[in-house]
């Protein structure tokens, strides 16, 4: 039980007033971040496995599909993270509105750096902590928290079209910079892996850790762009909890501005390089555009078509993705799997024994996050 200031009671939430009004959480959302995370913590492995003993049709398309674009283009994997920063931007439409109507713009406000700061923290812990000799300001984490931190904090300011204003501001800013502006000690502007603007400013002012080719995937001029990513999000976010759009509308939506971005990125790809890790304005449209393709298809199954029961295993991981996130990366599961499928059990499986490996490690992730969802442990921001 709570008091009148709007917190949790028994998963509702308190209004001032004394009404309970329940949490909006979209099974949809939650399975296509669960797809999202399986994609990283064991499909991949599958695909790469098979891959292994025949890289033929499919498997191979797949396994290719299941790596990132050298530098140029674009394929399957170079998805996984916009399209994550893209639920982000969902997520937050729905938690801060419903803190603003409960508590005030205010503890909004202690919300968002609280979560911010929670994030960081753990970003902290994941790249070393005070193991390593110096902070690491760059990384996957480290980026989910700044446009997490960004968008939000516009979202709480600006109107519908004060973002959108905000966000080409940012794409074609980007453009602009990265396109007609000079590098300096090179003297003209280039698309280059190590001869760009992004390059150079993580090369002289990126703090903390640098990894010794000068520059980070998640450095510090390309996160400005994701925060676009994010932005996208926040405008689907609002798409989907308007009540006054039917939710069959919202899907025509979803695959209209899907295509339109699609389109434009591709387009401008034509001039301004799809490239992911210096996250290029025509990879924003592109990324966001496949997001939300894929959002329309899992919210018209799962909340249109009401076909729920396929998608309680994406549910499990998609509630825990920052848990299995971290857990990936810290236990050495690959050593655990390794140990169990060995000798004997080895030769027996062989030349499957690395698929049958994967599997088992993405099984034994599969039961843990269903033992955590069903007893209510979650770590979230």
Known sequence: MTDSTGRMVNGAVEAGSGVRI???????????????????????????????????????FAAGQLTHAPWEGFRFYDLIFPLFL???????????????AQEGKKAAYVRIFKRFAFLWFWAFIYSGGFAQEKISFAGVLQRISYCYLISSLLFLNFRLRGLVAVCVGILL??????????????????FDMHTNWSNYLDRHYLPGDREERGWRNEGMLSTVPAVATCLLGVFAGLLLKATSVPPRRK???????????????????????????????SYVLVAGGYSCLFLAVFYAVIEVGGWRRWAT?????????????????????????????????QQCLAPYDA??????????????LRFLYQRKIFLRV
């Not at 959302?29 to 695909?47: E, S, Y």
């Not at 800013?173 to 280039?190: A, C, I, R, S």
């Not at 939506?253 to 390089?273: A, D, E």
């Open 22 to 60: 329940p949490p909006v959480r979209l099974m949809s959302l939650d399975a296509l971040r669960g797809f999202d995370m399986l994609c990283i913590i064991g499909a991949d492995a599958l695909v790469k496995s098979l891959s292994k003993v025949s890289d033929a049709g499919v498997v191979g």
């Open 86 to 100: 893209f639920m982000v931007g969902i997520s937050t439409v729905f938690s801060i509105e419903n803190v603003v």
């Open 173 to 190: 800013g980007y453009w602009v910079l990265m396109t007609f502006v000079p590098v300096p000690e090179l003297g003209y502007p280039t």
């Open 251 to 281: 899907v025509a939506w979803l695959v209209g501005s899907g295509v339109v971005l699609l389109i434009c990125g591709y387009l401008w790809g034509l001039q301004f390089p799809i490239i992911k890790r210096i996250w290029t304005s």
């Open 313 to 345: 295993p994406f549910v499990w991981v998609g509630s825990n993705a920052l848990m299995i996130y971290l857990l990936a990366g810290i236990i050495p599961h690959h050593e655990l799997t390794g140990r169990i499928i060995a000798g004997p059990i």
């Open 355 to 368: 698929f049958a490996e994967a599997l088992l490690a993405l099984a034994l992730a599969l039961i843990l």
